[in-house]
């Protein structure tokens, strides 16, 4: 019986061989089954430990960890975005550092951790910057007027890779739809300014809330665009106007820094001024102005200058770390 089963399994394998060694689909999907040179398989894994180099990554690891921050209230800027944690994955690290080679710097492998308090935690509170530890700003550029700036400052934002959050006057988006969808295809945000430019603080509850909600609604009809910030005009607000955003599902956003640009100032002093006073967190008013439009590519070149990300308002205020793509 042995015997039998012997002599047939080494008929199977003359078959094999034969059918391999011949033309046709089966001997190339043999060829293709074949090892190449140069790609990595599981047999090529090390076997051997290194143990200098886990503990490079392990003392690079601790170097590297940030505690997560969280979201508070301040007496002076109300509400402060948190800002998450940070560690090395070790394991992931070092398994993909012995595949590499130690010819290869080690790329580090990181997991973010989320605070205990986010800013969605805080309640019905205005917000006036991002978080001191996250070292990005933004640009958020209120559109109520001054079309003929505006492609000119696309443009520059276009070359100079920064994208920046427009804070739409629904009124005027009624009537710039066109335009306003120009600056949504070039990645920008789109956000809310209310409707006709009010004091937002001495409307009724109705009114305030008909002012940013026809806008909120403007925003989805004509751009898709699904709205997140309030910002108020002017920057007149009161608690009631920053309840009603909340109901709304906004949060009321202010600003840290102001460039005046709506007095006409030099281009060269809104350069000066940004550039001397802008710090991680820091969000940064404009319009679409002829002095800040003559200034915008100063401003950038000043603020990437001082080691720090330009981001929209929604990255400058999420929790999201700011990581190293690699770390030798």
Not at 67 to 79: E, G, L, S
Not at 202 to 228: F, H, M, W
Not at 298 to 311: A, D, F, P, Q, V
Request: glycine content about 6%; aromatic content about 6%.
């Amino acid at each position: 019986m042995k015997t039998e089963k012997a002599a047939l399994v080494l008929a199977c394998i003359a078959i094999v061989i034969g059918i391999g060694s011949s033309r046709g689909p089966v001997k190339d999907m043999l060829a293709q089954m074949r090892l190449q040179s140069g790609v990595p398989v599981w047999s090529n894994a090390p076997k051997q430990q290194d143990d200098a180099l886990r503990r490079q990554i392990e003392s690079a690891a601790a170097k590297l960890a940030a505690t997560p921050v969280d979201a508070t209230v301040d007496r002076v800027w109300k509400a402060i975005p948190g800002y998450n944690g940070l560690e090395v994955d070790v394991e992931t690290t070092y398994r993909d550092a012995l595949l590499q080679g130690r010819t290869t710097p080690v790329k580090y492998v990181y997991r973010q951790i989320a605070p205990k308090v986010s800013l969605d935690d805080l309640g019905a509170q205005p917000i006036y910057r991002g978080n001191p530890a996250k070292p990005m700003v933004s640009l958020m550029i209120n559109v109520a007027w001054g079309n003929q700036y505006i492609k000119p400052m696309l443009d520059i934002l276009d070359e100079e890779q920064v994208k920046v959050t427009f804070f739409l006057d629904g009124s005027w988006l009624s009537h710039n739809v066109e335009l306003a969808a120009e600056m949504l295809k070039r990645g920008h945000e789109m956000e809310n300014h209310a409707y006709t430019h009010p004091n937002m603080s001495t409307l009724s509850q109705d009114r305030a809330t008909a002012e940013i909600e026809k806008t909120q609604k403007l925003l989805k009809q004509s751009l898709g665009v699904t709205n997140k910030w309030f910002a108020p005009p002017s920057g007149d607000f009161d608690q009631e106007t920053v309840e009603i955003a909340s109901r709304l599902g906004l949060k009321t956003v202010l600003w840290t820094l102001d460039t005046v640009d709506w007095r006409n100032p030099t281009p060269e002093s809104i350069i000066a001024k940004i550039t001397a006073k802008v710090e991680p967190g820091t969000l940064i008013l404009m319009h679409p102005t002829a002095s800040s439009s003559k200034a915008l590519r100063g401003m950038i070149r000043g603020i990437k200058g001082k080691g720090l990300k330009l981001g929209t308002v929604s990255q400058t205020l999420s929790a999201e770390r700011l990581t190293p793509s690699t770390v030798e």
